[in-house]
């Protein structure tokens, strides 16, 4: 009779949202949509991501990636948000942290304010609508 060892399982591999020694990423979660903001908190969180914070526009992301520094690991940044865009709230993070990992969403056509963006020190950009593989991709090779 067969046993459990003789089966390889297919969820062996490590979750990606966890380092070598089992510790959880931590992301702060930056968008004025609650759908985008559940839905990548979702993404996160099947993957062993623990979501330090979330905020609703760029003033308040700033706010608390100064509160939680430096237990954040990356921050996911809407482009276009009330009160303070996303592009003037990464520029704020590179200010205060020059080694912050920021990777930008934004609707597709707003290519110009991506390049921007990567020139301003974010470290990878993700296009709405989501899409699961794309976004943990893109996460995980920000934070190597």
Do not use: C, H, W
Not at 19 to 24: I, K, L, P, V
Not at 61 to 84: A, C, Q, R, S
Not at 100 to 123: F, N, P, T, W, Y
């Amino acid at each position: 009779m067969k046993t459990k060892q003789d089966y390889p399982s297919i969820n062996e591999r490590a979750a990606a949202g966890q380092r070598e020694d089992g510790t959880a990423y931590r992301v702060l979660v930056v968008d004025d949509s609650m759908f985008v903001t559940k839905q990548i908190g979702q993404i996160l969180t099947s993957e062993g991501f623990e979501v330090a914070g979330t905020a609703g526009d760029g003033q308040e992301g700033l706010d608390k990636y100064k509160e939680l520094y430096p237990n954040v690991d990356l921050v996911t940044m809407d482009i276009t948000m009330p009160k303070m865009d996303g592009v003037t709230s990464l520029e704020k993070i590179m200010e205060f942290d020059k080694g912050a990992r920021v990777v930008m969403i934004s609707a597709l056509g707003k290519q110009d304010l991506v390049k921007k963006s990567l020139l301003l020190g974010a470290k990878n950009y993700i296009v709405k609508p989501l899409d699961r593989a794309k976004v943990l991709e893109r996460i995980v090779s920000s934070l190597s």
